[in-house]
Nanobody, 116 residues
């Protein structure tokens, strides 16, 4: 059974940093592209960042330059380092693994709240 468990969220002030983690189990983690998404209150869920099995990364414009996605295949964990946080970054953050022509896996999310 595939499980994704996010952690590391919290309440911080604008300009501070957080590092989110997503621990995976029940899946060949090193072979998979992993994504971070977020959903702010009253808004649609939006993509934040992607890291491929080979370590290639891509970011939404809102995240580029402030967020860094990385992975540790030995720990089956992907990270999202978030610096210079803004109130607009307040959201529930989710990790996702999408299997081509297969199932879609999501974690339960971790809340990030940024005060001004």
């Amino acid at each position: 059974q595939v499980q994704l468990v996010e952690s590391g969220g919290g309440l911080v002030q604008a300009g501070e940093s957080l590092r989110l983690s997503c621990a995976a189990s029940g899946i060949a983690f090193s072979l998979r592209t992993i994504m971070w998404y977020r959903q702010a209150p009253g808004k649609q869920r939006e993509w934040v960042a992607t890291i491929t099995s080979g370590g290639l990364t891509n970011y939404a414009n809102s995240a580029r330059g402030r967020f860094t996605i990385s992975r540790d295949n030995a720990k089956n964990t992907v990270y999202l380092q978030m610096n210079s946080l803004k109130p607009d970054d307040t959201a529930v953050y989710y990790c996702r693994i999408s299997i081509p022509l297969g199932p879609d896996y999501w974690g339960q999310g971790t809340q990030v709240s940024v005060s001004s």
